[in-house]
């Protein structure tokens, strides 16, 4: 068994899963981040595919982008000034290349968590 990186985003504002939400995945180098892929959140807030397994899932410290500004700007008037959130980036490290790591976000204009699930 190999393990996998999943992830999905909840609106806790709406009450709802944030569909159409893009994240990207890095891995974080010595002096490097490489851009692994970019996903976008189906209806059920969740990516159609794992973020990251097979050859690929190894040990290491990542970092999922999840580009807020435009979902939120869907439903949130910010004004003509800067969005509170925009980019909201969760760094965390991958131990056990056989686990199953899950990094959601919960998500409001003004405020994120996150941690891990299962």
Same mark, same amino acid.
């Given at each position: 068994m190999t393990?996998?990186?999943t992830t999905h985003v909840l609106d806790t504002s709406r009450g709802c899963p944030a569909e159409g939400?893009? @994240?990207?995945?890095? !891995? @974080?180098e010595v002096d490097a981040r490489l851009h692994l892929r970019s996903l976008v959140t189906n209806a059920d807030g969740r990516t159609? #595919? #794992?973020?990251?397994?097979?050859?690929r899932f190894r040990r290491g410290v990542y970092e999922l982008l999840f580009h807020a500004g435009p979902y939120l700007? #869907? $439903?949130d008037?910010?004004?003509?000034?800067? !969005? $509170?959130?925009?980019?909201?980036? @969760? !760094? $965390?490290? @991958?131990?056990?290349? #056989?686990?199953?790591?899950?990094?959601?976000?919960?998500?409001?204009?003004?405020?994120?968590?996150?941690? !891990?699930?299962s």
């Amino acid at each position: 068994m190999t393990g996998y990186l999943t992830t999905h985003v909840l609106d806790t504002s709406r009450g709802c899963p944030a569909e159409g939400l893009k @994240i990207d995945l890095y !891995r @974080i180098e010595v002096d490097a981040r490489l851009h692994l892929r970019s996903l976008v959140t189906n209806a059920d807030g969740r990516t159609d #595919q #794992q973020m990251l397994s097979g050859d690929r899932f190894r040990r290491g410290v990542y970092e999922l982008l999840f580009h807020a500004g435009p979902y939120l700007d #869907q $439903f949130d008037n910010h004004g003509e000034g800067p !969005r $509170f959130l925009d980019t909201v980036p @969760i !760094r $965390f490290g @991958i131990d056990d290349a #056989q686990a199953h790591y899950h990094v959601p976000l919960l998500l409001s204009a003004y405020g994120y968590s996150t941690y !891990r699930g299962s």
